[in-house]
């Protein structure tokens, strides 16, 4: 089935360092893909998605690239912030030409703490 | 922003206790989510709901659960009869109709802030 794999958190970084959370795939059909965050005491929000190979989703100094050849959409900032610490989740969606679907097929979420 | 609302935001009942969860969805949104995350265990889908059924549901969604749009602004998820094992956070989505439209499926999800279930 298709499942979404995020690498083992608690992640503890100091503020400028750079950031990676790993995040792989598999999936039967066309995946679109997606990165969550959850603020402390706040629901999901969408932080950046991209729905096909190569395509870079950005967003507040994040980046992930879809990249299909190794089904990965690691999550990158180059300079973290204080403010960054939440929940990061990654997640998938079957496209239309994967047979569709409603559901959103999450990542265990990592959470990260950035300390001043 | 417009927001989705939940509550209660914790919730603690009995083992065979019926709970109803509500949730009060963007206002201009048509497609509606129940999600579920044990604790320290994976986002899980739930049910989709459109035009007053359900469009899509998992096999964790079994008869002991059911959702309903009793009036138009609330969105509920209710469990008959709760096991210890739905103890959870359970979470509210909505989008639009639309995103809904987008063919590559890449509509945003808007999730409210929770609902702490815990059976005792």
């Known amino acids: 089935g298709d499942s979404v794999t995020q690498m083992e958190g608690p992640v503890t970084l100091s503020e400028e360092a750079f950031l990676t959370i790993n995040c792989t795939y598999t999936a039967t059909g066309y995946p679109s893909l997606f990165w969550y965050v959850q603020y402390p005491g706040e629901g999901l929000q969408l932080l950046l998605k991209a729905t096909k190979a190569d395509d870079k989703g950005s967003n507040k100094g994040f980046e992930a690239t879809y990249r299909k050849e190794t089904t990965s959409f690691h999550l990158e900032k180059g300079s973290v912030q204080v403010s960054d610490s939440a929940v990061y989740f990654c997640?998938?969606?079957?496209?239309?030409f994967g047979g569709g679907s409603e559901k959103l097929v999450f990542g265990k979420g990592t959470k990260l703490t950035v300390n001043p | 922003e417009p927001e989705v609302t939940q509550t209660p935001s914790h919730q603690v009942t009995q083992m065979g206790q019926e709970v109803i969860l509500r949730c009060v969805p963007i206002s201009n949104h048509l497609y509606f989510y129940w999600y579920r995350q044990i604790l320290g265990q994976k986002v899980e889908f739930l049910v989709s709901f459109y035009n007053n059924e359900i469009s899509e549901k998992s096999e964790i969604f079994d008869d002991q659960f059911s959702v309903e749009r009793p009036d138009g602004s609330n969105f509920t998820l209710k469990i008959r009869s709760t096991k210890l094992e739905d103890s959870a956070m359970y979470f509210c989505a909505s989008s639009s109709w639309a995103a809904r439209l987008q063919s590559s499926y890449n509509s945003p999800l808007h999730f409210g802030n929770g609902t702490r279930l815990t059976v005792t």
């Open positions: 997640a998938l969606k079957i496209g239309a």
